[in-house]
């Protein structure tokens, strides 16, 4: 007889639900015209669904297992030990079994079902199609099949869908329908993957870590994991571990263009920045800030490293005397990191020595509100009194001299200052030029008087309010003109 078939015909799986009844579970008494070998593979089986029903899986897997090696040509051993390895989530080995076991017995329709759930979970919607069409054919009415048509032909729109969102970088869109399309494809490495690297360059890092090693977890030579996990460093500025696992990537996969570009990319960031910062200490500035400019061309998607290069130029930029340029690159160092408080302090700083006061005082209460500690109590406190002094007379200003002028430059100052705007001298001029004069006069002989007196001087430089401090502020303009030049006949404007 032929046994093969014989074998078959007795034990094949019954073909309505997804496993089986309790009445396919129970035994057959024996036949003694089939070999005792079969017979066993059968009560292997019968075991394995037993185990099965009480959800004990591996024991499952096992009777299966013994009960293929007796009888390697049973399509139903091969589709129950599928159906195991799906309940374990070992669903690479799940479809080989599935495959198997339609080779056997191509009308075989749970397992073209279990084959295309394979596919299914594992991403490849094109050939899950395949597969349930395949059963549909077999039974049209399948509820089953025509749902998870439906959810491969979802899976392949959220693949188009995600695939315009990366070409416009919208990376959002991307991770979007990654977790959509993970719904039915859970197993789906490339998904996890493509979520992963958006959520990098969104910034999301701690996410797309987390992504990245659960996969490792469970395939430690996935190179495209190996990328991301290494991409998040590189984009966190952890640039030396980063090519380590860039390096890991391309040893599993050789053909990895985006780590091979990434791993470039983090090398020569780092030597520019280095060799920025080496010709900085050296004090070749202009040279610092050309390599600094140098390195910010290499990837505009490494938002911390850029961030800093910003901030590192900016420090250069001040120090070339080229503020507007320092804040402006401050700003745009702020821009990609909202955080950083290095570059807040370098640009209140900036403001301070272009004297734009209330900026500066904005940046300082901004650093003193994240991080309170002495000195940026005392740098915003400076901010305000510079503030304070910036809204009343400007008396340096006035006379034409510096903060750090002598009582000599003081006087001479004045002495020209009072000359250029003495009424006497624009008595011929027009009504509205002669009051212009004799204010400017005015606020010339205020200024000397604040000065040239060293109290006053002190209280005026500390930003108080002479007004408030009980200071003799009355004076007379021509008084102090004629005690200047030694009174009357001291000094004329007649020819």
């Given at each position: 007889p032929n046994y093969a078939v014989m074998c078959c015909h007795v034990i094949a799986e019954p073909r309505t639900g997804f496993m089986f009844s309790s009445h396919d579970l129970g035994s057959s008494p024996p036949n003694p015209s089939i070999p005792p070998l079969t017979w066993e593979a059968e009560g292997y089986k019968e075991q394995g669904n037993a185990h099965y029903i009480k959800k004990d899986y591996t024991e499952a897997f096992s009777y299966y297992s013994k009960a293929i090696d007796m009888c390697p040509k049973n399509a139903s051993y091969y589709g129950?030990?599928?159906?195991?390895?799906?309940?374990?989530?070992?669903?690479?080995?799940?479809?080989?079994?599935?495959q198997q076991a339609v080779r056997l017995d191509d009308a075989f329709m749970k397992g073209h079902l279990r084959e295309g759930k394979c596919h299914l979970l594992l991403g490849n919607a094109m050939a899950a199609s395949r597969c349930f069409q395949k059963v549909l054919e077999l039974e049209p009415d399948n509820s089953q099949a025509q749902q998870e048509m439906k959810n491969a032909e979802s899976i392949l729109e959220y693949e188009r869908m995600a695939e315009i969102g990366f070409d416009k970088r919208d990376f959002r869109m991307v991770v979007f329908c990654m977790d959509r399309a993970l719904e039915s494809a859970s197993a789906c490495h490339r998904f996890k993957v493509l979520k992963a690297e958006c959520l990098a360059l969104l910034g999301r890092y701690t996410e797309a870590q987390s992504v990245a090693s659960d996969i490792l977890r469970m395939d430690s030579t996935n190179g495209d994991a190996l990328y991301v996990r290494g991409l998040c460093l590189y984009y966190e500025d952890c640039i030396d571990k980063a090519v380590q696992f860039f390096v890991q990537a391309l040893r599993m996969a050789p053909d990895h263009e985006k780590a091979r570009l990434a791993c470039r990319n983090a090398k020569a960031l780092k030597a520019k920045k280095e060799e920025g910062n080496q010709a900085f200490k050296e004090g070749g500035f202009e040279e610092a800030y050309e390599l600094y400019s140098d390195a910010l061309t290499i990837d505009p998607n490494n938002i911390k490293t850029n961030a800093k290069l910003y901030?590192?130029?900016?420090?250069?930029?001040?120090?070339?005397?080229?503020?507007?340029?320092?804040?402006?690159?401050c700003t745009k160092a702020i821009k990609l990191d909202e955080s950083y408080i290095k570059a807040y302090l370098r640009r209140a700083q900036c403001f301070m020595d272009t004297e734009q006061y209330e900026e500066a005082v904005r940046d300082y209460e901004k650093v003193y509100q994240t991080e309170k500690t002495k000195e940026h109590k005392h740098l915003l406190k400076a901010a305000q009194l510079e503030l304070k002094k910036s809204k009343r007379k400007d008396y340096y200003k006035v006379l034409g001299v510096e903060k750090n002028a002598t009582e000599d430059d003081i006087k001479k100052?004045?002495?020209?200052?009072?000359?250029?705007?003495?009424?006497?001298?624009?008595?011929?001029a027009s009504a509205e030029v002669q009051k212009e004069e004799e204010k400017k006069f005015k606020e010339v002989g205020e200024a000397f008087t604040v000065l040239s007196d060293p109290k006053k001087k002190s209280r005026y430089d500390g930003g108080h309010d002479l007004e408030d401090d009980d200071m003799n502020m009355d004076f007379d303009a021509n008084n102090i003109f004629k005690a200047f030049f030694g009174g009357p006949g001291g000094f004329s404007f007649e020819g």
């Open positions: 129950n030990r599928a159906a195991t390895l799906m309940m374990l989530s070992r669903y690479r080995e799940a479809l080989e079994d599935s901030c590192n130029r900016a420090t250069v930029g001040s120090k070339l005397k080229k503020l507007e340029q320092a804040i402006e690159d100052a004045y002495r020209k200052r009072a000359l250029m705007h003495h009424p006497d001298r624009h008595s011929g």
